[in-house]
């Protein structure tokens, strides 16, 4: 059995191909042009991977034949069992991660949420803050925010999409004696569901992790 190797993120970049295909299908008529079009987006799919191996590639390969709704999700539930699953987390690494805060609530997600997901987060109202998880390198890291919802829909700094957010903003301390600190915000989507099923690259969300790390 080949084992899981589509991260959440990728996962999500290979269906929109896959969309793409469903729509070119209802609205292209050109044969020629719709398997033109088709491989493109299996190549675009195949691209969001290092390497792939024979295995790997075949499973992949029936984007090219979406002809309608019914077989993009056939499609979808057959990468299913090759996604990788976030590893929950336990209380006490979140305390360890956030040993700041006084009071942690992490949402109570089911084994299949944490299929999905490419960051684990969660809005404290309490203390106005955004709490962000994320496994790196093989271990879990966590970085908070204060986190200000906006009045209006605007693009997410994550996952690009168009939607409800709010102003993400993360304090870096750059002198500890003099106690300086650098801000760096950012709008990020209001719903951490809705940001895990659109993100299609972590680069964002990696790079505010080195930020706070001093990288
Ligand atoms: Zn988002």
Known sequence: MLEAFIENHVLNQILRQAKHVLDAEQRVNDMKVKQEFAYYSLNKAEKAFESLTNQQLELLKPLVSIKNEADFNHYKDSLEPYCIPFQP??????KKLFKKAKKLHPPHLTPDDFLHLTYLSWYDKGSMKKFIVRELEGSVKGLSGSFVPSPQNGICHFCHHMGAVGLFTVDVKTDTKNHNYKALS????QDEANCNAH??????????FDYVRGK
């Open 199 to 208: 993100i299609t690259d972590t680069e964002k969300l990696d790079f505010l």
């Open 89 to 94: 987390t336990t209380d006490a690494q979140l």
């Open 186 to 189: 950012n709008y990020i989507c």
